[in-house]
């Protein structure tokens, strides 16, 4: 391996703060200075695309595509992603080698019309870009004006402060990771606002076969994080290929025992289906598989085939 450990990301704060993590987590493993490495930004055509939602666009590969070819091509080393962005199918030739301990996975409400979505008034507006957190506010308030809000933590903030909404949900763990905690003014509880499957965890990609950075990577990878993905992930890749259907997932580990809870919603939030199941944490992934199945069987595939 060459001198400088080539770390690629995405360009915003919060993308630039997660391979710094990375960088500051492999130097402290290592003793290695921080000339050993070096962050390249990288323009996805998620960042590009802002004038419709994702799931319109082509989905979540499009924060990974133009990072994963440059990958592929050598011009990066590792690269460092939102596990909640990854696609469950990755391309030939790479593998997610490394989890970081995982964030607080919860979701938070920055209001400005209220301190809580049950506050808001009557017909606010609240923003959000994610299938999930449209179906979970609808479910919560039908009443209120679900509104599309695209762009990075800092974007969004400043759609608030110009009043485009009243309200918005951001991931706990990236406004953590920005500093930026004080703009909460509720945090959600995991029972009435479920994640997406892998929020709150930073994962790293690469190529399959390339051992001396995967020796690198062993130092800082997190076991129960990366049991848990492996669960949350399964949970995903059983649901996701044939349906817009929002999604949550979440699992935990606690003296070798996963617990997994999985919920699927109809994007209106007027109906959804729930699955938990538990078992030993080295089994993640089938259990997760197992869920997706269970939750598959309680709706149905019509259920499915609705929000096509």
Not at 101 to 111: L, Q, S
Not at 148 to 154: D, H, I, K, L, P
Not at 180 to 192: A, G, K, M, Q
Not at 211 to 220: F, H, S, T
Request: glycine fraction near 10%.
């Amino acid at each position: 391996m060459q001198t400088t450990l080539r770390i690629g990301t995405r360009g915003s704060p919060l993308a630039l703060a997660q391979a710094h993590e990375t960088q500051a987590r492999l130097m402290a493993a290592h003793g290695m200075p921080a000339e050993a490495f070096e962050i390249v930004v990288i323009s996805t055509s998620g960042d590009r695309i802002q004038d419709r939602p994702l799931s319109e666009a082509g989905g979540k590969g499009l924060f990974t595509k133009e990072i994963e070819e440059a990958l592929l091509a050598g011009r990066i080393d590792i690269a460092v992603h939102s596990s909640k962005d990854m696609p469950t199918q990755l391309p030939d030739g790479l593998e997610l080698s490394a989890f970081l301990p995982r964030e607080d996975a919860r979701d938070a409400f920055v209001g400005k019309a209220a301190k809580t979505i049950a506050e808001l008034p009557q017909g606010a507006k609240v923003g959000s870009s994610s299938l999930r957190r449209q179906a979970l506010i609808r479910r919560m308030r039908p009443d209120l004006d679900v509104v599309m809000f695209r762009g990075n933590v800092q974007t969004r903030l400043r759609k608030l402060d110009e009043g485009v909404a009243a309200g918005t949900i951001l991931a706990y763990a990236g406004l953590k990771r920005l500093g930026l905690e004080h703009v909460v003014t509720d945090l959600i509880p995991l029972d009435i606002f479920p994640p997406a499957p892998g929020q709150g965890a930073i994962c790293i990609e690469t190529r399959i076969g390339d051992r001396d950075v995967e020796k690198m990577l062993a130092a800082i990878h997190d076991v129960p994080t990366g049991q848990a993905l492996a669960c949350e992930r399964a949970f995903l890749a059983a649901l996701d290929g044939s349906c817009r259907t929002p999604i949550a997932g979440y699992a935990t580990i606690e003296d070798g025992k996963l617990s997994f809870a999985g919920l699927i919603i109809s994007p209106d939030g007027t109906q959804s289906h729930t699955v938990e199941l538990q078992g030993p944490a080295q089994d993640a992934a089938r259990i997760g598989d197992e869920a997706a199945r269970t939750v598959r069987a309680k709706a149905g595939e019509k259920f499915f085939d609705g929000w096509l």
